[in-house]
């Protein structure tokens, strides 16, 4: 699937899984609620497969970070723990992306690999560790973080373990 049509799953999927969460509160609803909720999941998941399928670290932070701002874009303005991590979570990725636009040129590259010192805990698997590995290492440690909160669907734990 083309990069544009992963994006527009996961805004389906985004949406879909919000308007569930929402559904399971107003009385009358809750069954259509979870409809759209597992729907949602399902989209999301099949999403981020795919976007893993490319192995293009651009296309699958691209996706990542589309999910993370529909999130954002729905989150209640009162859940300020939650509007605070998916800003940092989004900054995080738009600096990543800066990140990669190096990577493709090698001469900027080594420019970035003198800069960085070459004690293991600055670096990944030998690489630097730029803006890239971090963000990709802050959404890992968000995505834990939020597995182990207590009552979380079983259904949404098999979506942020992917």
Do not use: W
Request: hydrophobic content about 35%; some cysteine.
């Amino acid at each position: 699937m083309d990069t544009t049509g992963l994006v527009s799953k996961v805004y389906s999927a985004a949406f879909a899984i919000d308007f569930g969460r929402k559904g399971f509160a107003i009385r009358g609803k809750a069954e259509e609620g979870r409809i759209s909720y597992e729907t949602g999941i399902s989209v999301a998941l099949s999403a981020f497969r795919d976007a893993q399928s490319t192995i293009d670290p651009q296309v699958i932070i691209l996706i990542e970070y589309t999910f993370l701002s529909q999130e954002l874009q729905f989150c209640d303005e009162t859940d300020k723990d939650s509007l605070s991590s998916l800003k940092k979570a989004i900054q995080s990725f738009d600096d990543a992306f800066l990140v990669l636009k190096i990577v493709d040129d090698k001469s900027l590259y080594q420019s970035v690999e003198n800069s960085h010192p070459h004690d293991k805990k600055y670096r990944v698997s030998g690489f630097p560790k730029d803006s890239f590995h971090i963000a990709c290492g802050g959404h890992k440690t968000r995505l834990q973080n939020i597995l182990r909160s207590p009552g979380i669907d079983p259904i949404e734990k098999n979506l942020l373990k992917q």
